[in-house]
């Protein structure tokens, strides 16, 4: 496998802790930023992603209406990750001893962990990050009617976003599906819909726009509708980031949804070396970044307890996490579904709506909140 390496192999003279083991991470999302912070004193890690900065993923629609949101929610690894080694890359394919990344590195690894949820089509740097936000910005604010096109949270959030700090624009929203919100339950679907009609929100279910035929501002629907909007916003979920574990030794542990299967530990099965946390992993459960933070949690105190020489019997459980979510509607309010019971209105709003929990985020990744 080797020979696939066209760049260089990492050798350990060119690592700063040579004297200790190598946790390589791929995937610097909610899950393997923070597992890099809780490791980053206890082994030699390398993160490997082809951004050079973290986001906080769930800020993001905020972020297209409120830059200082943007400013927040976006964090240079340097800034909390100072011990980790950082490639900027894709990681391109997996053998028993080494992580090849796109760039044609090949990085030695004594334990692997895999946290590629998704991936996203963003810019390298922070500044490009940040440009980006301010592009989306203009794109709304010298609009005055909006197409977004996919009715799930991203949809939802963004609908709601922008009628929260623009009034005036005139929203439509078309959603393939009969309800919005799909991935939790009929009630809550049925309040946010409540909400954004109550907002003046244009909302078309079961229909879908093909962008193809459609041109100067003009949509047609399949439903046969026709949209007029000056700019429009696709979002219909983020890219799936398992794609490239089909070229690896891992490919037989994908399951038919894309997602690794992992033991009680988080260790990919069949693999004592090599774990996996957030929404790549097969735990059924919600995919949600809180959970993929747990992820990181357990998988920290497991790494650090085989770091020291510790017994495999003795390492920690993971049990799934219960039915939580929250979809923000605006700064004020939200939907919430937990375990089974569904709020809606200001006090979820509450709850996530005014600061998305980027303070606490921050918090735990230790920057100032
Ligand atoms: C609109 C919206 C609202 C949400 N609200 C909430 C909420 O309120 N609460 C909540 O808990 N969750 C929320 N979520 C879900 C949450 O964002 C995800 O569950 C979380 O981001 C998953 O974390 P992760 O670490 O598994 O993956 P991600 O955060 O998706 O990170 C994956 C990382 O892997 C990198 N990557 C991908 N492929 C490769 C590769 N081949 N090589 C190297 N790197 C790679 C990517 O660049 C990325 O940095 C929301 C999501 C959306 C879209």
Redesign the pocket.
């Known amino acids: 496998m080797k020979g696939i390496c066209k760049k260089r192999c990492l050798v350990d003279s060119e690592t700063p802790a040579n004297n200790r083991t190598n946790v390589v991470i791929?995937?610097?999302?909610?899950?393997?930023?923070?597992l890099a912070k809780h490791l980053q004193n206890h082994a030699h890690v390398t993160l490997?992603?082809?951004?050079k900065y973290?986001?906080?993923?769930?800020a993001?629609?905020r972020s297209m209406v409120d830059l200082s949101s943007a400013e927040r929610s976006l964090v240079n690894y340097s800034e909390f990750l100072p011990q980790v080694k950082l490639i900027t890359?894709?990681?391109?394919h997996i053998t028993e001893t080494e992580v090849l990344?796109?760039q044609g590195d090949c990085v030695p690894y004594d334990y692997l962990v895999i946290?590629?949820?998704?991936?996203?089509s963003?810019p390298v740097t922070r500044s490009e990050g940040l440009h980006k936000y301010q592009e989306a910005f203009d794109k709304i604010k010298y609009s005055s009617s909006i197409l977004i096109i996919g009715g799930?949270?991203?949809g939802?959030?963004?609908a709601g976003e922008i009628v929260s700090e623009f009034p005036d624009k005139k929203i439509t929203l078309v959603h393939r599906g009969p309800r919005l919100l799909q991935f939790i339950g009929p009630k809550a679907s049925q309040k946010a819909l409540e909400w954004l009609i109550s907002k003046k929100v244009e909302v078309l279910l079961n229909q879908s726009v093909d962008l193809t035929s459609s041109s100067e501002g003009v949509y047609q629907t399949s439903g046969g509708e026709t949209v007029v909007a000056d700019q429009y916003f696709y979002?219909t979920?983020?890219p799936s980031?398992s794609?490239?574990?089909k070229e690896t030794i891992l490919k037989e542990k994908l399951d038919t949804q894309g997602k690794l299967e992992v033991d009680e530990h988080l260790r990919v099965k069949g693999h004592r070396n090599i774990f996996a946390?957030?929404?790549?992993?097969n735990v059924p459960e919600?995919?949600?970044?809180?959970?993929?933070?747990r992820?990181?949690d357990l998988t920290a105190k497991n790494l650090r307890l085989l770091l020291r020489g510790g017994s495999e019997e003795k390492m920690g459980v993971y049990k799934p996490g219960g039915p939580m979510?929250?979809?923000?509607l605006g700064k004020k309010d939200a939907v919430a579904e937990v375990g089974g019971f569904t709020m809606s209105g200001c006090l979820p709003g509450l709850i996530?709506s005014g600061d998305?929990?980027v303070g606490k985020t921050r918090k735990t990744y230790g920057l100032n909140s």
Request: aromatic share 12%; net charge negative.
């Open positions: 791929v995937g610097g999302g909610i899950g393997g930023a923070l490997i992603d082809p951004k973290f986001e906080i993923a769930w993001s629609l890359s894709y990681a391109s990344t796109a946290a590629t949820g998704h991936v996203y963003d799930g949270p991203s939802v959030e963004l979002c979920g983020t980031g794609l490239w574990l946390v957030g929404d790549i992993t919600l995919k949600q970044g809180f959970l993929a933070m992820h990181a979510a929250f979809v923000s996530k998305l929990f």
